[in-house]
């Protein structure tokens, strides 16, 4: 189930730091957790929805900036299971905090593609250059 997840200004995303950026993934029902051990993901920052991938601002993939981390368990209270997207300073480093841009987490199994998560995403400006 795509479940949107708007980054806002309060989030306190800085342009040109570090960050962890993490994803609970759940079944269709929005409140059991999905397994996801061993899925290809992929997780883009675009400046419009509709540019092609290519055109990305940031992108990421298992291990090259997404990590599966903790234990599946189909409890929620227990499931320690979730998706760690990393960016470097380097990749918001040239980004602007005036643009709002866009995101998505997708699922990039062989056969089976599918939106997780997905929403707006808005940078703050940070001081050091």
Same mark, same amino acid.
């Given at each position: 189930? =795509?479940?949107?997840r #708007?980054?806002?200004?309060t989030? #306190?995303?800085f342009?040109?730091?570090?960050?962890l950026?993490?994803?609970?993934?759940? *079944?269709?029902?929005g409140v059991?957790p *999905?397994n996801i051990?061993?899925?290809?993901?992929?997780w883009? %920052?675009? @400046? #419009?929805?509709y540019?092609?991938?290519l055109a =990305?601002?940031? $992108?990421?993939?298992?291990?090259n900036?997404?990590?599966?981390?903790?234990?599946?368990? =189909?409890?929620?209270?227990? #499931?320690?299971?979730q +998706?760690? +997207? &990393? %960016?470097?300073d380097?990749?918001? $480093? !040239? %980004?602007?905090? &005036?643009?709002?841009?866009y995101?998505? %987490?997708?699922?990039?199994?062989?056969?089976?593609? =599918?939106?997780l998560?997905?929403?707006?995403?808005a !940078? @703050?400006?940070?001081?050091h250059?």
């Amino acid at each position: 189930m =795509a479940i949107q997840r #708007n980054v806002t200004r309060t989030d #306190n995303v800085f342009t040109g730091e570090d960050k962890l950026l993490i994803f609970k993934i759940y *079944q269709s029902d929005g409140v059991t957790p *999905q397994n996801i051990t061993g899925m290809g993901l992929s997780w883009m %920052l675009k @400046r #419009n929805k509709y540019d092609s991938d290519l055109a =990305a601002k940031v $992108a990421k993939t298992i291990g090259n900036g997404i990590s599966i981390t903790g234990t599946f368990n =189909a409890d929620p209270l227990i #499931n320690t299971q979730q +998706v760690e +997207v &990393t %960016l470097s300073d380097d990749d918001t $480093a !040239l %980004l602007s905090s &005036t643009i709002v841009y866009y995101h998505e %987490l997708k699922r990039t199994d062989g056969n089976v593609e =599918a939106v997780l998560t997905y929403g707006t995403f808005a !940078l @703050r400006q940070g001081v050091h250059r």
